[in-house]
């Protein structure tokens, strides 16, 4: 789950809801789409795929009305995520045995899918325990907003396609939270992100 939010920071709603099982999964292992669209490879991803077409790699497909977007959001993990993820399902097969699976990736341990109040203080409390401070999840955006910038001087273009936004709401957000970003220097928000990225080996 943090591995997500610090290398794929999606809205709160659609990781906690994502769903890796049941009708039309928007997670999934499998081939690169024959209609690529919008989905772009990795270079390492490319070549491997170039080697193997059939090749099955981790990768998310949500539609418009998921993201609130007029386009769809695809494309593949991160090989750092990727590994995980193998590891983690492991896991969760162990909280759903015997238990209806609820499809969705990411469940409590009774196997259930997580609430939302019950995922925001899941996160909330793992990053007190590695971190010592409680993160709302809507930092985690914000930062990686903020650690993109610095890192890439202002590419505002591709850091919305990455968030799932409108370019407009990207200024938005840097408006509404001008003091923080400011004050706190725009590289604040990378040494956060690199800081979370290292308390939990990505």
Known sequence: ????????????????????????????????PTDKGSFALFPWLKQA???NPDLCFWQFDFSPVEVRLARYARGPLVRSLAEKMEEYLLFRSELVKGMPDPGTLFVNYAGRAFECGE??????DVCYEYLGVRVPLSDFRRKFLFAWLADRSGNVERVAAVLWI??????????????????????????????CRSAWGL
Do not use: E
Request: charged content about 15%.
């Open 119 to 124: 995922f925001a203080k899941l996160v909330a």
């Open 166 to 195: 409108q370019m407009a709401s990207v200024s938005a957000i840097l408006m509404q939270h001008r003091s923080d970003y400011s004050s706190l220097g725009a590289n604040h928000g990378g040494h956060w992100i690199q800081r």
């Open 1 to 32: 789950m943090i591995f997500f939010l610090v290398t794929h920071p999606w809205p709160a709603q659609c990781l906690r809801t994502c769903r890796i099982h049941g009708h039309n999964p928007n997670l999934f292992k499998g081939p690169a």
């Open 49 to 51: 795929v170039r080697k």
